[in-house]
C-alpha cells in the first residue's frame, strides 16, 4: 500500500510565501514523475508544476517565476516552494506520482489528500 501525505499549507497574506511538501510512503519500489495540481472552488483541477525522476520540471504558466518545484528522492519528497502568493492561487493543493510497487509493473498514479492554501490580508 502506497500513501502520499502532504504538509504545509495554511493561510498567508498576499505577497507571502509557503512550502508545501509531500512525502511517499509503503511498498514502493520506484517513482517516475512527480506533481502538484490545485482546484480551486469551482473550477476544475489544474496541473500547477511537475518535476521528472531526473528533475526536470514544468509549470502553468500562471505561477512561472514565483513557484518552485523540487524534489528528494532518497525521501520519496516532493516539494512547491511558493513565493509572491496572491488571492487567485487560493486552493487546494494536490500532490500526485506515478509509483511502481515492483518492477513488473508499468507504475499508476497515488494522490495525496489535499492540503488548503489561501491567500487572504
Known amino acids: 500500500q502506497v500513501q502520499l501525505v502532504e504538509s504545509g499549507g495554511g493561510l498567508v497574506q498576499p505577497g507571502g510565501s509557503l512550502r508545501l511538501s509531500c512525502a511517499a510512503s509503503?511498498?514502493?519500489?520506484?517513482?517516475?514523475?512527480m506533481g502538484w495540481y490545485r482546484q480551486a472552488p469551482g473550477k476544475e483541477r489544474e496541473l500547477v508544476a511537475g518535476?521528472?525522476?531526473?528533475?526536470?520540471?514544468n509549470y502553468v504558466d500562471s505561477i512561472k517565476g514565483r513557484f518552485t518545484i523540487s524534489r528528494d528522492n532518497a525521501k520519496n519528497t516532493v516539494y512547491l516552494q511558493m513565493n509572491s502568493l496572491k488571492p487567485e492561487d487560493t486552493a487546494v493543493y494536490y500532490c500526485?506520482?506515478?509509483?511502481?510497487?515492483?518492477?513488473?509493473?508499468?507504475?499508476?498514479?497515488?494522490w495525496g489528500q489535499g492540503t488548503q492554501v489561501t491567500v487572504s490580508s
Open positions: 509503503g511498498s514502493i519500489f520506484s517513482i517516475n514523475g
Open positions: 518535476i521528472t525522476s531526473r528533475g526536470t520540471t
Open positions: 500526485c506520482a506515478q509509483i511502481r510497487t515492483k518492477p513488473s509493473e508499468a507504475g499508476r498514479i497515488y
